[in-house]
């Protein structure tokens, strides 16, 4: 496609009408429920909230709890036959159980009652308790081999995985019952070893009837739930019980949200408390949860199984011992990355879920097929499971199934090709830029091909093999489409929000349209590639070289990922208020030097007026992409200048470094009448933060918010000349389909 050429979709009829978006749904225990949406657009747009965390975590375990009330909120979703009818035949059936009842020393059988006090003493419960679920598990043979152990853990601290350079936070589930075998670390949970989520099949937390309640009991469980998805990877879903002196309740965790039974008085229903017991500590794993496909062998070495190109089976070891990359959270995509080897090539496996109505990442694929700079699909699963298909939900009658529709996910394993690195791993400066450059590139391919990308962050840039490291198109390839959409359909959801993307990278148009709906600008190219001048920031201002990172986020960059999206975006506006000028850049480390500093410096000048225009009505996505082409031109310019200067600088030392020419914005259009005022932020929901924290939960938004609106700035009125690089463009070499194929021959 040449430069010229308009984009292929923009004279397409775009007059068909938004479709409403509902939600209705309730649950019983005062807790509301999400339940229905238009199929078509439930899922075109992530949660407003989500336990992923920042960088480096939670400060503490409060704000953890917080950010899972704050992400299940209205997802929490009630089963009134849950009870009465889960785990039927997939553990003892009720006559076996009724003969264990009858022998057992822990039960009366006659005046159905087990051997636990009714006290309000939550401490008088641990051992009554652990003794009766030892006893069923001993009877049905589950701790043969120790397959399964029971631990009461109440004072025993389960150490968190750290994230980044936060601290190591600990919970204690009041009991742990641990697992061994393929799905497990090959080093045994004993009790004279420590303890670890990594082991865990399921936790039980005991209350009493006197201190239980339901809101903060089920967000202290979520934190258990969470950990268990984080550490063990491989979880499709975790089952949690809470338990007092007379009471069971279930909790199911997934990626939908959480499903929880009526609470059944497990005195008077002791069959449905013994098979609830038997099937949360069930000794088969996918009964409990787990991916069975992804295991460890005898000599502790983690495969695979999933399906090559021709859709046949095929087993890889994981070339990492975990998960190359994971979304740190119970609902929503669970994003999970894996790095396999075949033979001497690398390749990713990606798990992900997705509502059923939205389509899949492989139909974007398949359009994308031997486009440079853009992932490339190698083979993928074809047969789709749904949460609703996991065997812990298999009991569900018709109707439950329909009203489960609404909530609903699919699962979606792709491998894709895959060099080995993500951006974050860079080894020279030149790659960073080469590799985000083509990763631009391609990014433009694919709005040639009509589908915008709507998800750019460190993560989803991945640095080409090294033996493209002179190939231009091929130095650096975008990955991870979960949230891309075809542009046709976006033009006809004009006054949907868009928020999409990872919140340290999201643009600052993306981060006000959670609080003004239609007057923010439709999602565009142009946030895209803001995003791409946020991650060349993110590198710049946080590391100092490759491998070693700040230890705490600079004060250019703080708040960037911060879960409040009214912080975040004061962020991004602070940012963007004045020019980013020789004072700031000054502190980018000198490996990355002075060509680095003045491409931070050209493209703040660009996406500045854009950043600092929020307040105008919006205009319509057709005028916003006219102008695509030579938004791309600009900023691919940029980072060829930038290319060319430290390319030289690499091959000659003295070579002097020529000043770019003065930077340009992007063409704006004339400004219709002002729209009504945002809306004002409500407030923050209050923390809970713990005793042993120093700071609060959360910063207000009066911290960053000091800054006058700069939209009137003068400067920024000031008609600017076209940006003119010292150094040929590269773009042409980089348009359409790649011209030689890589000749490698997956299985």
């Not at 309730?26 to 999400?34: E, I």
């Not at 033979?343 to 992900?352: F, G, H, N, Q, Y």
């Not at 700031?584 to 600092?612: I, M, Q, W």
């Not at 933060?689 to 400067?715: F, L, M, Y």
């Amino acid at each position: 496609m040449s430069d010229e050429q308009p984009l292929p979709f923009l004279d397409s009829d775009c007059s068909e009408e938004p479709q409403p978006t509902t939600r209705t749904g309730q649950s019983q225990q005062s807790t509301a429920a999400s339940s229905s949406a238009s199929p078509s657009l439930l899922e075109d747009t992530p949660m407003k909230s989500s336990s992923n965390g920042g960088e480096n975590g939670y400060r503490n375990v409060s704000e953890e709890e917080d950010a899972v009330e704050a992400e299940l909120g209205d997802s929490i979703f009630e089963q009134e036959t849950m009870a009465e009818r889960i785990f039927a035949g997939k553990v003892a059936s009720d006559s076996d159980i009724d003969a264990f009842l009858e022998e057992c020393d822990q039960y009366d059988y006659q005046t159905k009652r087990w051997s636990v006090p009714n006290t309000k003493k939550e401490a008088d419960l641990y051992d009554p308790l652990m003794s009766v679920i030892e006893s069923i598990l001993d009877h049905f043979g589950y701790t043969n081999d120790d397959k399964r152990t029971i631990h009461n853990t109440h004072r025993k601290k389960i150490p968190h995985e750290v994230v980044g350079e936060g601290k190591r936070l600990s919970t204690s589930p009041d009991f742990l019952v641990t697992g061994t075998g393929k799905n497990f670390p090959r080093e045994e949970a004993k009790e004279d070893k420590p303890l670890a989520y990594a082991h865990c099949v399921s936790p039980i937390e005991i209350k009493t009837e006197a201190n239980r309640s339901f809101k903060s009991d089920l967000w202290q469980i979520g934190v258990y739930a969470r950990q268990c998805f984080v550490s063990q990877r491989n979880r499709f879903y975790v089952l949690c019980p809470i338990i007092t002196q007379s009471h069971l309740q279930l909790f199911i965790f997934h990626r939908s949200g959480v499903h929880h039974s009526l609470r059944i008085n497990f005195h008077e229903e002791a069959c449905a408390f013994v098979r609830i017991i038997l099937g949360v500590c069930s000794i088969d794993d996918e009964l409990v949860g787990f991916d069975t496909r992804i295991y460890y062998d005898s000599q502790g070495q983690r495969f695979m199984r999933t399906v090559n190109k021709k859709n046949k089976p095929v087993k890889y070891p994981l070339a990492e011992f975990e998960a190359l990359f994971m979304r740190r959270t119970i609902k929503g995509r669970g994003t999970c990355c894996w790095s396999v080897k075949k033979r001497d090539k690398s390749l990713l496996v990606k798990d992900s879920w997705r509502h059923p109505s939205r389509p899949s990442e492989i139909g974007y694929l398949k359009q994308l097929v031997n486009l440079e700079g853009v992932v490339q699909l190698v083979a993928y699963e074809q047969e789709e499971m749904k949460i609703s298909d996991f065997p812990v939900f298999e009991w569900m009658s018709e109707d439950d199934r329909k009203a489960f529709r609404k909530q609903d996910r699919a699962f979606t394993r792709i491998t894709i090709k895959w060099s080995g690195r993500g951006l974050s791993k860079f080894e020279t400066g030149l790659e960073i830029l080469t590799a985000l450059r083509d990763a631009i590139a391609g990014h433009r391919n694919m709005l040639n091909s009509g589908i915008l990308h709507r998800d750019v962050s460190i993560n989803n840039i991945v640095i080409g093999k090294r033996r493209h490291k002179s190939r231009v198109g091929k130095r650096g390839v975008l990955i991870d489409l979960d949230m891309a959409i075809f542009v046709k359909r976006l033009k006809s959801l004009i006054g949907q929000d868009f928020r999409t993307g990872t919140r340290a990278f999201q643009s600052a148009n993306v981060l006000y349209s959670y609080g003004t709906g239609t007057f923010s600008r439709p999602h565009s190219h142009l946030d895209d590639l803001e995003s791409f001048f946020h991650v060349l920031c993110w590198i710049c201002f946080k590391y100092v070289r490759p491998g070693q990172k700040l230890p705490n986020i600079p004060q250019i960059l703080s708040f960037w990922d911060h879960e409040d999206h009214r912080i975040a975006y004061m962020a991004k506006k602070t940012f963007f208020s004045d020019p980013l000028t020789d004072r700031k850049t000054g502190v980018v480390s000198d490996f990355f030097g002075a060509p680095f500093r003045k491409l931070l410096e050209n493209l703040h000048a660009f996406f500045r007026p854009y950043a600092c225009e929020l307040l105008a009505a919006p205009p319509p996505l057709t005028t916003i992409l006219s102008t695509s082409e030579e938004d791309y031109k600009t900023v691919l310019a940029m980072f060829d200048e930038a290319i060319a200067q430290v390319a030289g600088l690499s091959t000659s030392p003295g070579l002097p470094i020529p000043s770019p020419a003065a930077p340009v914005t992007p063409r704006r259009h004339a400004p219709p009448p002002p729209p009504p005022p945002p809306p004002q932020a409500g407030p923050s929901r209050v923390s809970h933060t713990s005793k042993n924290s120093s700071s609060s939960r959360k910063r207000g938004s009066a911290e960053v918010d000091h800054v006058v609106d700069p939209a009137d700035s003068p400067k920024l009125k000031r008609q600017r000349n076209s940006y003119k690089p010292k150094t040929p463009s590269s773009l042409s070499q980089s348009i359409g389909p790649s011209q030689e194929d890589d000749n490698e021959d997956d299985e």
